[in-house]
């Protein structure tokens, strides 16, 4: 009999059976590619449809933000800006603040907007938190777009670090996967996280370097500092987008053993607790 | 597992944690304080609670369910609601874990639990064709293909710009089904989905149906539509109580179900302790347990009227009801007929219908009690006694179709 399922490709043979991890679980969630990209499009779609700015809501906030963070921090505050235009460096950091924040904000909710798909058809779960990314991709490149724009108004020139931009947006991602994928399983349970969650970006958004840069912490807290992974993110987005202060490399990697560090703990929680999603949801 | 064997369960159970109604805080503990209430009072309670019963209790919604399916087969599963038929399917599909036992299955599942999972009332007809064809497990090049074959089986072409928000149910129905019903896997699951869509619609979806069987493909099937189940399986599980009780020929576990299922068959008893003229009791005596009736038999209406004192113009009446709660049949007794409750107390009485025509349907009846020479209704009771018509046995070349007519006429025909 094992010969026959041998034979024939589609004869794959699945067994359910209680606590059975199974073996195939990678390869489903390879196999179900194309619904992370359906899904994706599908938020994308819906985010712009019937709004009449679009496109401008993406664009709109982080302007705004930056606008009362410069002069929160640089006209009242009189912080340092390491010889670059204050909004060029503040908006350097809200770009991925924006990314990070937007893909917390949609991935921790994911699992609980899409009950109805979770009670009624089987896919690996974690598409769903994956595919979210997808809105926060579409709304950062708008935000890069500003970014670009508010440059040149400055005359601030990039230079050939701007190429590990890439590197660090995936650094970023997955910065906010790891602690997405352990909330969104949480939340099934427990929507408390729901309130929690955009209270704490809030406070993010002054706990980590968006509206100052880094280099005012002091030296011998900096690794500490570093222990917030979106240190190490916008650190690097400035270094790549307009030079300034010089990688800080020791928290730099704190910064990047701490999101895998979270990474790992998100998915284990989530392929942990992702067989009872539909009995508790 | 024998190489046609392409689903095998063995042992299989589902066991669901319910909080206790003495225990209602142990059910709410769904938020983070309470549950961190209950965690800092954990110690206090075990202390407290080892000699009570536990809180919450175990609910098995599948239990000890064996069966196995072989390749081709159209396996019915039926059974009352709450008898665990769509918990099965759920472990099936593999969207809820067993807590016991293993299941074993051969080929690609698509399963088709509700119709139009995952449809975004924003997006055009087109955009949700491809979402709900990616969330059912079809590639974009599947989509691509067999695009057209599923909007012009849902009959949808001019609209397919428009976003289903602005569906009437009928296309939204239709639709979703259209793309479900254009899956290549090699295993079908379907829940109880027929019964939504027009008549029309319907039968297409039989139809459709039909063709994927003759494919060579598995389908597990179930449904509270009788007439559906007759027609489209090869063999089926009666479940009850989240057990497989049965299993047989389509012919045998229907009759099987028709005769456990005592949800309708109830008969009417009044109040306890009136004074004034009513109907004490009715029933409907049908020619199966469980208030279903077969076509054509003999069906019995048993009354009880109780009188404090002697009625002289008494008439008694009853209707047959529909599902719709239209009136099908009047039967009437007056006493110019037969004289009736001349003497305070009970007064039993029966009316048969010797072969009553009604076509398969709910019905229910609906009794008056009256005074002729006043002309005024001393009671009326409504829809009660509620029982079911099933065309059971009774065969033809075209399956019975609900809503067809309420009432068959003896005919013949002649060829000139």
Request: proline fraction near 4%; charge should be positive; aromatic fraction near 10%.
């Given at each position: 009999?094992?010969?026959?399922?041998?034979?024939?490709?589609?004869?794959?043979?699945?067994?359910?059976?209680?606590?059975?991890?199974?073996?195939?679980?990678?390869?489903?969630?390879?196999s179900?590619?194309?619904?992370?990209?359906?899904?994706?499009?599908?938020?994308?779609?819906?985010?712009?449809?019937?709004?009449?700015?679009?496109s401008?809501?993406a664009?709109?906030?982080?302007?705004?933000?930056?606008?009362?963070?410069?002069?929160?921090?640089?006209?009242?505050?009189?912080?340092?800006?390491?010889?670059?235009?204050y909004?060029v460096?503040?908006?350097?950091?809200?770009?991925?603040?924006?990314?990070?924040?937007?893909a917390?904000?949609?991935?921790?909710?994911?699992?609980?907007?899409?009950?109805?798909?979770?009670?009624?058809?089987?896919?690996?779960?974690?598409?769903?938190?994956?595919?979210?990314?997808?809105?926060?991709?579409?709304?950062f490149?708008?935000?890069?777009?500003?970014?670009?724009?508010?440059?040149?108004?400055?005359?601030v020139?990039?230079?050939?670090?701007?190429?590990?931009?890439?590197?660090?947006?995936?650094?970023?991602?997955?910065?906010?996967?790891?602690?997405?994928l352990l909330?969104?399983?949480?939340?099934?349970k427990?929507?408390?996280?729901?309130h929690v969650?955009?209270?704490?970006i809030?406070?993010?958004?002054?706990?980590?370097?968006?509206g100052?840069?880094?280099?005012?912490?002091?030296?011998?807290?900096?690794?500490l500092?570093?222990?917030?992974?979106?240190?190490?993110?916008?650190?690097?987005?400035?270094?790549?987008?307009?030079?300034?202060?010089?990688?800080?490399?020791?928290?730099?990697?704190?910064s990047?053993?701490?999101?895998?560090?979270?990474?790992?703990?998100?998915?284990?929680?989530?392929?942990k607790?992702?067989?009872?999603?539909?009995?508790v949801? | 597992?024998?190489?046609?064997?392409?689903?095998?369960?063995?042992?299989?159970?589902?066991?669901?944690?319910?909080?206790?109604?003495?225990?209602?805080?142990?059910k709410?503990?769904?938020?983070?304080s309470?549950?961190?209430?209950?965690?800092?009072?954990?110690?206090?309670?075990?202390?407290?609670d080892?000699?009570?019963?536990?809180?919450?209790?175990?609910?098995?919604?599948?239990?000890?369910?064996?069966?196995?399916v072989?390749?081709?087969?159209?396996?019915?599963?039926?059974?009352?609601?709450?008898?665990?038929?769509?918990?099965?399917?759920?472990?099936?599909?593999?969207?809820?874990e067993?807590?016991?036992?293993?299941?074993?299955?051969?080929?690609?599942?698509?399963?088709?639990?509700?119709?139009?999972?995952?449809f975004h009332?924003?997006?055009?007809?087109?955009?949700?064709?491809?979402?709900?064809?990616?969330?059912?497990?079809?590639?974009?090049?599947?989509?691509?293909?067999?695009?057209?074959?599923?909007?012009?089986?849902?009959?949808?072409?001019?609209?397919?710009?428009?976003?289903?928000?602005?569906?009437?149910?009928?296309?939204?129905?239709?639709?979703?089904?259209?793309?479900?019903?254009?899956?290549?896997?090699?295993?079908?699951?379907?829940?109880?989905?027929?019964?939504v869509?027009?008549?029309?619609?319907?039968?297409?979806?039989?139809?459709k149906?039909?063709e994927?069987?003759?494919?060579?493909?598995?389908?597990?099937?179930?449904?509270?539509?009788?007439?559906?189940?007759?027609?489209?399986?090869?063999?089926?599980?009666?479940?009850?109580?989240?057990c497989?009780?049965?299993?047989?020929?389509?012919?045998?576990?229907?009759?099987?179900?028709?005769?456990?299922?005592?949800?309708s068959?109830?008969?009417?008893?009044?109040?306890?302790?009136?004074?004034?003229?009513?109907?004490?009791?009715?029933?409907?005596?049908?020619?199966?347990?469980?208030?279903t009736?077969?076509?054509?038999?003999?069906?019995?209406?048993?009354?009880?009227?109780?009188?404090?004192?002697?009625?002289?113009?008494?008439?008694?009446?009853?209707?047959?009801?529909?599902?719709?709660?239209?009136p099908?049949?009047?039967?009437?007794?007056?006493?110019?007929?037969?004289?009736?409750?001349?003497?305070?107390?009970?007064?039993?009485?029966?009316?048969?219908?010797?072969?009553?025509?009604?076509?398969?349907?709910?019905?229910?009846?609906?009794?008056?009690?009256?005074?002729?020479?006043?002309?005024?209704?001393?009671?009326?009771?409504?829809?009660?006694?509620?029982?079911?018509i099933?065309?059971?046995?009774?065969?033809?070349?075209?399956?019975?179709?609900?809503?067809?007519?309420?009432?068959l006429?003896?005919?013949?025909?002649?060829?000139?």
């Amino acid at each position: 009999m094992m010969k026959e399922s041998r034979v024939s490709n589609t004869d794959q043979e699945t067994v359910i059976r209680v606590g059975h991890h199974e073996s195939g679980y990678w390869r489903d969630v390879w196999s179900y590619r194309e619904l992370l990209y359906f899904l994706a499009w599908r938020d994308i779609l819906i985010r712009y449809k019937q709004t009449v700015a679009g496109s401008a809501w993406a664009l709109l906030r982080p302007a705004l933000n930056t606008l009362v963070f410069t002069i929160l921090f640089s006209r009242l505050g009189k912080f340092p800006s390491d010889g670059v235009p204050y909004p060029v460096m503040v908006l350097a950091g809200m770009v991925p603040w924006q990314l990070f924040s937007g893909a917390i904000l949609g991935g921790t909710q994911s699992l609980v907007s899409n009950s109805n798909l979770i009670s009624k058809v089987y896919f690996p779960r974690l598409i769903i938190p994956c595919s979210t990314l997808g809105v926060a991709l579409v709304d950062f490149l708008f935000t890069l777009i500003l970014l670009l724009g508010v440059m040149l108004y400055y005359s601030v020139m990039p230079t050939w670090r701007l190429a590990t931009l890439p590197l660090l947006v995936l650094f970023a991602l997955l910065a906010s996967l790891g602690p997405s994928l352990l909330i969104a399983a949480l939340m099934v349970k427990f929507r408390d996280f729901k309130h929690v969650v955009p209270f704490m970006i809030q406070l993010g958004a002054y706990v980590c370097p968006v509206g100052f840069s880094s280099s005012i912490v002091p030296e011998n807290w900096r690794v500490l500092y570093s222990c917030n992974p979106m240190v190490g993110v916008i650190d690097g987005f400035r270094w790549a987008i307009h030079g300034g202060a010089p990688l800080h490399f020791q928290g730099l990697i704190i910064s990047i053993l701490i999101t895998l560090f979270f990474m790992v703990l998100g998915v284990w929680y989530f392929r942990k607790t992702e067989r009872s999603f539909a009995d508790v949801i | 597992m024998n190489s046609d064997t392409v689903i095998s369960v063995e042992g299989l159970g589902k066991c669901y944690r319910i909080a206790h109604q003495g225990q209602e805080r142990a059910k709410q503990s769904n938020t983070l304080s309470e549950q961190l209430q209950r965690a800092a009072s954990a110690p206090v309670r075990w202390i407290r609670d080892r000699n009570q019963s536990t809180t919450s209790e175990d609910f098995w919604a599948l239990r000890d369910v064996n069966f196995e399916v072989k390749r081709g087969e159209v396996l019915g599963i039926v059974g009352r609601n709450g008898a665990g038929k769509s918990t099965l399917l759920k472990v099936l599909s593999r969207i809820t874990e067993p807590t016991q036992g293993e299941v074993r299955i051969r080929g690609k599942v698509a399963s088709l639990l509700e119709v139009g999972t995952g449809f975004h009332p924003e997006l055009s007809g087109r955009e949700n064709i491809f979402l709900n064809g990616a969330i059912l497990g079809m590639n974009r090049h599947d989509i691509r293909r067999r695009f057209d074959e599923i909007v012009e089986f849902a009959g949808v072409e001019k609209f397919l710009d428009t976003p289903v928000k602005h569906y009437s149910s009928g296309m939204y129905v239709r639709l979703a089904f259209a793309v479900a019903a254009h899956l290549q896997t090699e295993i079908l699951i379907i829940d109880e989905v027929l019964a939504v869509g027009d008549m029309e619609f319907q039968k297409k979806c039989l139809g459709k149906m039909g063709e994927a069987t003759k494919d060579g493909r598995t389908v597990l099937f179930v449904s509270h539509n009788m007439q559906a189940v007759s027609t489209l399986t090869t063999r089926c599980l009666l479940m009850e109580k989240g057990c497989c009780k049965k299993e047989g020929t389509p012919a045998d576990i229907i009759a099987a179900y028709l005769d456990s299922s005592s949800s309708s068959g109830d008969g009417y008893l009044a109040e306890k302790g009136r004074t004034d003229a009513h109907v004490m009791s009715a029933r409907v005596i049908t020619s199966e347990s469980g208030g279903t009736h077969v076509y054509g038999q003999k069906l019995r209406c048993v009354f009880e009227i109780w009188v404090p004192e002697a009625l002289l113009n008494a008439s008694i009446s009853f209707q047959i009801l529909d599902s719709l709660r239209q009136p099908i049949v009047h039967a009437w007794i007056f006493d110019s007929d037969i004289p009736l409750l001349r003497k305070p107390g009970v007064q039993k009485l029966e009316c048969t219908l010797p072969s009553p025509r009604l076509y398969m349907d709910q019905y229910s009846i609906s009794i008056y009690l009256a005074d002729t020479r006043s002309k005024s209704l001393i009671e009326t009771v409504e829809a009660v006694c509620p029982f079911q018509i099933v065309m059971h046995g009774m065969n033809r070349e075209w399956a019975w179709e609900k809503n067809a007519c309420k009432y068959l006429e003896q005919w013949s025909w002649s060829l000139e």
